[in-house]
């Protein structure tokens, strides 16, 4: 199943995509589902990202080829870090690229978790039981701040550097899924979910060992090696097998 957020003339709302058109369900995606009786094609909405979260907790170094392009090891446990809600965008909408602030902007095509209910200290074994599914995501990077500070708040937390979309794939098994970002037509990672370091179960088990993931949290699971700049006007697409394509194009910042 296809969960995505919505807007039409009437508002936004949740739904389910079939085929080319959504139907619209009533509150949010968690749990048992209602649906309103109304379905619009899909050319007559505007996907949003498909979850705004309260949180959203991203995982570093967790392809072995991205950990030495970057210049180090494989590390043996898994390196987080944060994004702020304020991050997220949908597909179609910009990423604003902050000229007066860094030199290189970067793309990283990731695989993301989507959490479907509140939960703290889950098992591996588990980790299942508390997603509601997979989107596709970029970590977008000043990569130039994230090497002067050291750590990487600034760099990964700029308005719009959290691209979500397009929907939530409910059904999908997470664990050898192609994943590909291309710029402007041309291919610049090309990798499988398959080879993470740290498993999808491994980071849920991990992450919630240190915090409580509330419905709707995201867990962006690490990019390939790849990674690389963007300039204004190009436009990214992340491509996750079973999911679908994410697209923005990159403007200047006011």
């Given at each position: 199943?296809?969960?995505?957020?919505?807007?039409?003339?009437?508002?936004?709302?949740?739904?389910?995509?079939?085929?080319?058109?959504?139907?619209?369900?009533?509150?949010?995606?968690?749990?048992?589902?209602?649906?309103?009786?109304?379905?619009?094609?899909?050319?007559?909405?505007?996907?949003?990202?498909?979850?705004?979260?309260?949180?959203?907790?991203?995982?570093?170094?967790?392809?072995?080829?991205?950990?030495?392009?970057?210049?180090?090891?494989?590390?043996?446990?898994?390196?987080?870090?944060?994004?702020?809600?304020?991050?997220?965008?949908?597909?179609?909408?910009?990423?604003?690229?902050?000229?007066?602030?860094?030199?290189?902007?970067?793309?990283?095509?990731?695989?993301?978790?989507?959490?479907?209910?509140?939960?703290?200290?889950?098992?591996?074994?588990?980790?299942?039981?508390?997603?509601?599914?997979?989107t596709c995501a970029n970590d977008v990077t000043a990569r130039d701040l994230q090497k002067?500070?050291?750590?990487?708040?600034?760099?990964?937390?700029?308005?719009?550097?959290?691209?979500?979309?397009?929907?939530?794939?409910?059904?999908?098994?997470?664990?050898?899924?192609?994943?590909?970002?291309?710029?402007?037509?041309?291919?610049?990672?090309?990798?499988?979910?398959?080879?993470?370091?740290?498993?999808?179960?491994?980071?849920?088990?991990?992450?919630?060992?240190?915090?409580?993931?509330?419905?709707?949290?995201?867990?962006?699971?690490?990019?390939?090696?790849?990674?690389?700049?963007?300039?204004?006007?190009?436009?990214?697409?992340?491509?996750?097998?079973?999911?679908?394509?994410?697209?923005?194009?990159?403007?200047?910042?006011?």
């Amino acid at each position: 199943m296809r969960i995505a957020r919505f807007s039409t003339d009437e508002g936004m709302s949740f739904g389910v995509v079939e085929e080319n058109t959504v139907a619209a369900v009533a509150a949010h995606p968690f749990g048992d589902l209602t649906f309103t009786g109304h379905r619009y094609p899909l050319t007559d909405v505007r996907l949003l990202a498909p979850i705004l979260p309260s949180k959203i907790i991203a995982i570093g170094k967790n392809y072995a080829d991205h950990a030495r392009e970057m210049g180090g090891e494989p590390p043996a446990e898994p390196v987080m870090f944060g994004k702020p809600s304020t991050a997220v965008i949908g597909p179609g909408e910009a990423v604003a690229y902050p000229e007066k602030l860094s030199e290189r902007v970067d793309f990283e095509g990731e695989l993301a978790v989507v959490i479907g209910r509140m939960c703290r200290e889950v098992p591996a074994s588990r980790a299942a039981d508390v997603i509601l599914g997979y989107t596709c995501a970029n970590d977008v990077t000043a990569r130039d701040l994230q090497k002067r500070d050291g750590q990487w708040t600034r760099a990964k937390g700029f308005d719009t550097f959290c691209p979500l979309g397009p929907w939530i794939e409910t059904e999908v098994d997470p664990s050898d899924l192609a994943i590909t970002t291309t710029v402007n037509g041309e291919t610049r990672q090309d990798s499988r979910t398959s080879l993470l370091l740290h498993d999808i179960p491994t980071l849920v088990a991990y992450v919630s060992q240190v915090m409580t993931l509330l419905p709707g949290d995201v867990i962006l699971t690490g990019t390939p090696a790849g990674v690389g700049p963007l300039e204004i006007g190009d436009e990214v697409t992340v491509t996750v097998e079973g999911i679908g394509g994410l697209t923005n194009r990159v403007v200047a910042r006011d």
